[in-house]
């Protein structure tokens, strides 16, 4: 049988893209995922919290509820026991008050983490490596739900009182 | 083939027999099959390369769908970011596998079937016989092997161009963060979860392309009797497809 050459070629190019679909799908998908292409434009700021919550790279990051940038990347400072999270600000916002305020928030009740910041009032403006000061956690359900329990319990009987002001302490050391 | 006097239920039974000997037949010519790559690309090429286009085209609006049926439903509970997490476990999981094993019992099957039905009802099988060549494994083996080859593959397309689809409607239509899309996909989408796809397609693969190499080869070698072959290819592969993804399914949970 003669080699077709169209019937090769189509055949090659099925299989290669048939490959290139599994590579895609088991490299990209799971959050261990390796990532390829260019690093995207703007400027990095960073920002320390002291709980980021389930904050994952790639979340929006706001101003005034409009996307300026993403989470581009999440470590953990061995130091001061904090979350260090790289923000990429697209190249367009290069306005952002060096005093502004950073911090996790929720999308609707159960959705994901995001981080908000609000402008602060300076005329110097955050550039490239530059870290915003003020930062609020994210405000994690189950210790709201353990503060108002603990509240809750150590108003009713004498008895729990200690553990409730034991529960209520830890929160707010917490925070 | 027709149930005769013996009774609906012995005549099922009979061809369920009948069909797992052809599968022992076939995998023992599969190995010398391979020995001829060329036959094998050849049908790499029908049943896979061929079906590329009507492949990609229904994952993009099979992606497309889902990102508008998902992205209408989380809407109501508030949960949109959680669009790109449903678009890729059904997409990988469920649809995919499916949808190309019914597309591919439609369009590289039914080929499959009336091209080995037509060889035998113009005596060309027998023909090979006399010339001592097996047409099982020159003719059968490398048709068998060309549709388990090219389901897995066909399937991963899909899921790729379906992805895409889910991701045009969610985040350039809808506005679903982009970043947020992804990240909620890649935290809940496991390597288990695309291979659980994998296996699933691999699996219709070697059922459709059984049945289709198997109702053309035993087809009554009329022209009436290829056109029920043909008929019965496409709706066995597609019974077969369901019950066996349900079974699939209910394994990997």
């Not at chain 1, 600000?89 to 305020?101: K, L, T, V, W």
């Not at chain 2, 599969?30 to 049908?43: D, E």
């Not at chain 2, 497309?64 to 439903?73: E, T």
Request: with cysteine; proline share 3%; aromatic share 8%.
């Amino acid at each position: 049988m003669r080699p077709n050459r169209t019937l090769e070629i189509g055949t090659g190019l099925f299989v290669l893209l048939g490959f290139a679909a599994l590579l895609f799908l088991t490299t990209q998908l799971p959050a261990s995922g390796v990532k390829f292409g260019a690093a995207k434009a703007g400027y990095h700021v960073t920002a320390e919290f002291d709980n980021i919550g389930d904050l994952k790279v790639g979340a929006p990051v706001t101003v005034a509820g409009v996307r300026v940038g993403e989470v581009a990347g999440i470590r953990f400072d061995s130091k001061d026991y904090k979350a260090v999270v790289s923000l990429r600000i697209d190249p367009q916002y290069q306005q952002i008050p060096e005093d502004s305020f950073a911090s996790i928030q929720t999308q609707g009740l159960l959705g994901g983490k995001y981080v908000g910041i609000s402008p602060g009032g300076l005329d110097s403006y955050l550039k490239d490596g530059s870290r915003i000061d003020q930062t609020q956690s994210a405000i994690v359900l189950e210790s709201l739900i353990n503060k108002f329990f603990a509240g809750y319990t150590s108003k009713g009987s004498g008895d729990s009182h200690s553990q409730g002001a034991d529960n209520q302490s830890k929160v707010e050391s917490k925070k | 083939m027709i149930p005769g006097g013996n009774g609906f239920m012995l005549e099922g039974v009979r061809r369920l027999g009948a069909v797992t000997i052809f599968l022992i037949q076939l995998l023992l010519q599969c190995v010398p099959a391979l020995g001829r790559p060329r036959l094998l690309v050849h049908q790499i090429y029908n049943a896979g390369a061929r079906s590329l286009i009507i492949i990609m085209l229904s994952g993009l609006f099979v992606g497309m769908v889902l990102g508008l049926q998902a992205f209408n439903l989380l809407q109501r509970f508030g949960s949109e970011e959680a669009l790109g997490t449903a678009a890729a476990l059904g997409l990988l999981k469920e649809l995919s596998p499916v949808i190309t094993a019914l597309l591919f019992a439609g369009r590289a099957g039914t080929a499959l079937t009336s091209e080995i039905g037509l060889m035998r009802a113009t005596d060309q099988l027998t023909a090979m016989e006399i010339m001592a060549v097996d047409p099982l494994r020159h003719v059968a083996a490398p048709r068998f092997l060309g549709g388990v080859v090219a389901m897995p593959l066909l399937t991963v397309i899909f899921s790729v161009v379906g992805l895409y689809g889910a991701q045009l409607i969610g985040v350039q239509l809808m506005g679903v963060d982009k970043g947020v899309f992804w990240s909620q996909m890649q935290g809940s989408v496991g390597l288990r979860d695309v291979n659980e796809g994998v296996v699933k397609s691999l699996v219709f693969g070697i059922a459709c392309s059984l049945i289709a190499v198997h109702e053309g080869y035993h087809a009554e070698p009329t022209a009436e009797g290829v056109g029920l072959a043909t008929t019965r290819t496409v709706v066995a592969s597609s019974v077969i497809t369901l019950l066996l993804d349900y079974v699939l399914t209910a394994a990997f949970l």
